[in-house]
Nanobody
Framework: QSQLVESGGGLVHPGESLKLSCVAS????????VGWFRQAPGKEREEIVC????????NYADSVKDRFTISRDNTKNTVFLSMNTLKPVDTAVYYC??????????????????WGQGTQVTVSS
């Protein structure tokens, strides 16, 4: 069965860092774009960033583009989201997404239709 699994979330203090992982099983990620989005309690989903199969990065959220970095390690079939200088407003469930129709990043991360189950990130003092 093809699926994405996120990990690496947790509880951190403001200013700290986390690195989220998105691992694919049942298929290889290297040919497809992978994006990240998040959803905070009571708020709409917010798209963050995407990396294409060739490594091109598309940022969707100005609020995090100087603090969050996406990368991929095709040898591990994994895409990462490195998050620095975390703030309480970054508290959310973070999801990765991909789609076998897309090697390039789409105009919206939500056009990538295969999602993981999410990983909780909580930033609190």
């Amino acid at each position: 069965q093809s699926q994405l699994v996120e990990s690496g979330g947790g509880l951190v203090h403001p200013g700290e860092s986390l690195k989220l992982s998105c691992v694919a099983s049942g298929f290889t990620l290297d040919a497809y774009a992978v994006g990240w989005f998040r959803q905070a309690p009571g708020k709409e989903r917010e798209e963050i960033v995407c990396i294409s199969s060739s490594g091109y990065i598309k940022n969707y959220a100005d609020s995090v583009k100087d603090r969050f970095t996406i990368s991929r390690d095709n040898t591990k079939n994994t895409v990462f989201l490195s998050m620095n200088t975390l703030k309480p407003v970054d508290t959310a469930v973070y999801y990765c997404a991909t789609d076998r129709r897309n090697a390039a990043c789409p105009s919206s991360v939500f056009d990538l239709l295969t999602w993981g189950q999410g990983t909780q990130v909580t930033v609190s003092s």
